[in-house]
């Protein structure tokens, strides 16, 4: 059985479709937006987060390392992720804990059985599975095979994606899921294409195909500021929904939650400092989607 790199195990979600759910992120996503909230979610691979604070300055890691991938500079341990390989000798033999992971890989087995305990919430809740990222469908491998075994206890699977997806591979997938949580960031793709690094041609492809299917969608837009939350921008990507034909919508308004990963990855984080917002101040934002007859709702 194939195995699936997954950075966090969600249970008892309830943002992320019907009822009470389990939500599975996996690593991976062909995006680069600048707000990301899970930075850790991009690479498909394990990552190794280092807590300064923590560290004794020892040089063990480095010593254990068997591609060399760590160095000390400046009171600080850095990683080369292109040398890593994720063997974790460096966590589980850091006297100080100052190193930890992100990702961790799991068997479909491991997967389901951790799905399935809680079944009996699912049942009584009209919940089920979803998959989230990073873009979900970024381990094709993994979901053929996790897909089946658990529609074999009838789940309600669900996923969150970008639709940045290969047109083949989206079409294969899509279609073992009975809702998408389909991502629209931008409705113009110059706009698109600053945001996250990519245009929305195959973006926008992808979700015209999947409504002519009648795959269930809820389009989500994730309301960032400097990005798309002006008024002009709710306008364009309103006129882009009615044109679709889409009835409903819902509003993520940007929040802060992912900035103190940023600097565990010494990252830079493009929206240091920039407020989140709210329900309430997205009001006239959500206006202008319900003046066009779509149910725009957070
Ligand atoms: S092994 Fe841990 S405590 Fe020692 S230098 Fe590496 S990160 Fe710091
Ligand atoms: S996980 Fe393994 S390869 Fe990566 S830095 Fe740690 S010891 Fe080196």
């Known amino acids: 059985m194939s195995k699936g790199i997954l950075f966090n195990i969600q249970k008892f979600s309830i943002h992320d479709g019907p009822g009470i759910r389990t939500t599975l992120f996996l690593k991976g996503c062909p995006l680069r937006c600048q707000w990301c909230a899970n930075p850790e979610s991009q690479l498909a691979k394990i990552q190794i987060l280092y807590h300064q604070e923590d560290c004794l300055h020892c040089l063990n890691c480095i010593q254990l390392c068997p591609t060399h991938a760590l160095t000390h500079q400046d009171q600080c341990i850095h990683v080369d992720f292109n040398k890593c390989i994720g063997c974790l000798e460096c966590v589980k033999n850091c006297p100080g804990h100052a190193l930890s992971n992100e990702g961790e890989y799991k068997s479909v087995e491991e997967v389901?059985?951790?799905?399935?305990?809680?079944?009996?919430?699912?049942?009584?809740?009209?919940?089920?599975?979803?998959?989230?990222?990073?873009?979900?469908?970024?381990?094709?491998?993994?979901?053929?095979?996790?897909?089946?075994?658990?529609?074999?206890?009838?789940?309600?699977?669900?996923?969150?994606?970008?639709?940045?997806?290969?047109?083949?591979?989206?079409?294969?997938?899509?279609?073992?899921f009975d809702l998408l949580?389909?991502?629209?960031?931008?409705?113009?793709?110059?706009?698109?294409?600053?945001?996250t690094k990519v245009g929305n041609e195959l973006i926008r492809k992808n979700l015209k195909w999947a409504i002519e299917q009648h795959i269930e969608i809820l389009p989500r837009i994730p309301v960032i500021p400097h990005?798309?939350?002006?008024?002009?921008?709710?306008?364009?990507?309103?006129?882009?929904?009615?044109?679709?034909?889409?009835?409903?919508?819902?509003?993520l308004p940007f929040h802060q939650m992912g900035e103190k990963k940023y600097q565990l990855?010494?990252?830079?984080?493009?929206?240091?400092?920039?407020?989140?917002?709210?329900?309430e101040d997205l009001l006239s934002y959500q206006q202008i989607f319900t003046d066009q007859g779509i149910d725009c709702f957070f």
């Open 265 to 279: 990855l010494h990252r830079n984080y493009a929206y240091e400092n920039t407020k989140a917002l709210h329900p």
């Open 112 to 176: 389901v059985a951790i799905c399935l305990q809680d079944l009996p919430f699912y049942e009584e809740s009209g919940g089920g599975i979803t998959i989230s990222g990073g873009e979900g469908m970024s381990q094709p491998d993994f979901l053929r095979e996790l897909l089946p075994a658990l529609k074999k206890y009838n789940l309600h699977l669900a996923i969150e994606t970008t639709g940045y997806v290969p047109e083949d591979l989206f079409h294969e997938l899509a279609q073992m």
């Open 181 to 195: 949580l389909f991502d629209i960031k931008h409705a113009d793709s110059k706009k698109h294409q600053a945001g």
């Open 227 to 251: 990005f798309n939350d002006s008024l002009d921008d709710a306008k364009l990507i309103a006129t882009y929904l009615k044109e679709l034909g889409l009835k409903k919508v819902q509003l």
